[in-house]
């Protein structure tokens, strides 16, 4: 091989620059084997299981605890009770949080929050994130309506007492960020980022982030479109990082400051006028 010329895959003039230079080589991902197709869809697959799993055991535990309690709300009712959507979803929650620690840990033998790509925040980027999440959240509130909607939609029906409404938020602000952010920038954003490529990981979920939340906001179109807008910055707070750290910090505070406005607009969940993720 004649050596004035440059070796295959070495840039110009490599040799001459830095005699004796090899060419680097990435060492292999150890969790590569979780973000494959068949991983998605055994996800998905298990994402329908486990609703009916949910609804199940939670139509189960209400026979059973009925008479015991005295409650007297027919079946039909449930599905306009907070109490048993709250209950129903965090163990949807549940099942989803145990099937991914299985595949993960058990299955592939790889550390949990690792895989997912969480990584820890110093102090400034922990209060950056909590700014960025307060912001976006007075930037919801402040975006001028661009859709027209119904004058009441699913969600807002669930706020319908004081009770139901620190419900509401001990979710929105406890349950729904680590275990939302889990699925869509820690799961589904590792998928798509390996199989596709992360500008496609960081609009897709956002899309999906954002259809999981219309059947809530179903009629307010203009919610729905904020929650697209919401989901997209999470993504990308994703993205950019590397890391789920972020999108979660950022969820937790945007949801809390929601929570927050509704709680001192509506004096204490008495009356609705604002809502949020």
């Not at 799993?53 to 309690?69: D, E, F, R, V």
């Not at 919401?230 to 400051?257: D, K, Q």
Request: net charge neutral; aromatic share 14%; with cysteine.
């Amino acid at each position: 091989m004649d050596s004035s010329e440059p070796q295959q895959g070495l840039p110009p003039n490599s040799e001459a620059a830095f005699p004796g230079y090899v060419e680097p080589t990435l060492p292999p991902d150890p969790a590569a084997g979780l973000w494959t197709v068949r991983n998605l869809l055994l996800f998905l697959a298990f994402c329908i299981i486990a609703f009916f799993c949910s609804n199940l055991c939670m139509l189960a535990g209400y026979a059973l605890l009925k008479p015991l309690m005295g409650w007297s709300i027919s079946g039909r009712a449930l599905g306009e009770n907070p109490f048993f959507l709250i209950s129903l979803q965090s163990v949807f929650y549940l099942f989803i949080l145990l099937y991914l620690y299985l595949l993960v840990a058990i299955n592939h033998g790889q550390p949990f929050w690792k895989s997912m790509a969480w990584r820890g925040l110093t102090l400034k980027q922990t209060l950056t994130c909590l700014a960025g999440g307060i912001v976006l959240a007075i930037a919801v509130l402040l975006a001028p309506p661009l859709l027209p909607e119904t004058q009441e939609f699913p969600l807002e029906r669930l706020f319908n007492s004081p009770a139901a409404g620190y419900a509401m938020g001990g979710f929105a602000i406890l349950i729904a960020p680590p275990i939302e952010e889990l699925i869509f920038r820690g799961f589904l954003f590792r998928v798509f980022e390996h199989r596709v490529g992360l500008r496609f990981a960081v609009l897709v979920t956002a899309l999906l982030f954002a259809g999981l939340h219309v059947p809530e906001y179903w009629g307010a179109w203009n919610h729905a479109l904020l929650i697209l807008m919401v989901g997209f910055v999470f993504s990308l707070a994703r993205g950019l990082t590397g890391s789920l750290a972020p999108s979660v910090v950022l969820h937790t505070a945007y949801n809390t400051c929601m929570m927050a406005g509704l709680y001192f607009t509506t004096h204490h969940f008495r009356t609705l006028q604002g809502m949020l993720c």
